[in-house]
């Protein structure tokens, strides 16, 4: 049964050691600046801007039913989808599908901007934020850098591979593959990873050679709907709030209904979801992310954004 008693972990000097790691990201934002132009550090390469909206499913659970899934409501979206390098779609990557709803409302906000960031991987092969820092410093180093890095760091090295390994795995689309939160948020006093269910079975495989051809082709046809789910932390054995290697042992619940109605691309849209912040702090109360990974996100979200609204 979902629990309340979950907890966090939090590191000797973890704020000075996140600020140090968000400065690794934020030189190579620059770098890619300089290289690629305006944008973000990471999931840089934007695939598709979408118009979505969010539907609260009903009869919920009590324990499902906070922040902005506490009574059924219909909100409006914007998505994101992209890849975490530049490399074609066909490379092996991270996929990135985000979520901002509009205009959510809460019992104790009327007005709610939520995001939610999910990745095409249920799991992460680190330890903690300090390997994150180190896989990236270790994958954007020139070989001889890099190669010095691995023989002094084995136990990162031997990270990055089995990262590596989930990132080859095939990727069938954005509208056909799982995507996940990897970390915990909050769900009022409880917590849970969350889900996004595939919303197509059929396969296209040729979407590996353009992913953006593919969901707007689907979108030309039909809408799209992808169950949005939620796992609920039952015990630190079954569910570790902050180990982001395991998968958890609960079931999935439905708590919502994600809608993509049929459309074409949208210049002004893209233009719009491109500038706009995905940064999962900002958050109803209810949905705070949870975890030293988590924390460590927020200090390097933060500079990131300071250098994209300071670039030319």
Not at 92 to 111: C, E, M, N, Q, Y
Not at 144 to 160: G, I, M
Not at 219 to 244: H, K, V
Request: hydrophobic letters at 40%; proline letters at 5%.
């Amino acid at each position: 049964m979902p629990s309340t008693q979950w907890r966090e972990v939090f590191l000797s000097d973890e704020s000075t050691q996140h600020a140090e790691q968000a400065h690794v990201f934020s030189e190579l934002q620059r770098k890619r600046l300089k290289k690629h132009g305006h944008g973000r550090a990471l999931h840089r390469n934007q695939v598709a801007a979408l118009k979505a909206v969010l539907v609260v499913e009903e009869g919920l659970p009590d324990y499902a039913r906070q922040g902005i899934f506490s009574a059924p409501a219909v909100f409006e979206a914007h998505v994101r989808l992209s890849n975490g390098n530049f490399s074609a779609d066909r490379a092996p990557d991270i996929r990135g599908f985000a979520i901002k709803v509009l205009g959510a409302s809460t019992p104790s906000s009327a007005h709610v901007e939520q995001n939610f960031t999910l990745v095409s991987q249920e799991t992460l092969k680190v330890s903690g934020s300090a390997d994150v820092v180190g896989i990236v410093a270790l994958s954007t180093s020139a070989p001889v850098a890099a190669l010095r890095k691995a023989a002094t760091n084995p136990q990162l090295t031997r990270s990055a591979v089995a990262n590596l390994r989930d990132m080859v795995k095939p990727f069938s689309g954005f509208a056909t593959h799982d995507f996940f939160s990897i970390m915990p948020v909050t769900f009022g006093d409880y917590a849970a990873r969350l889900k996004l269910c595939a919303a197509s079975a059929a396969i296209n495989k040729e979407a590996r050679k353009d992913l953006a051809a593919d969901i707007y082709t689907r979108l030309a046809d039909d809408d799209l709907e992808f169950l949005f789910q939620a796992q609920f932390f039952e015990d630190e054995s079954r569910t570790p709030i902050e180990d982001s290697t395991v998968r958890w042992d609960a079931p999935w619940l439905t708590v919502g209904r994600l809608r993509v109605p049929r459309q074409a691309p949208d210049g002004a849209l893209a233009e719009t979801v491109e500038k706009s912040s995905f940064n999962p702090w900002i958050a109803a109360t209810e949905h705070r992310p949870l975890g030293e990974l988590m924390r460590a996100r927020q200090a390097a979200y933060a500079l990131s954004r300071r250098n994209r609204e300071g670039a030319p």
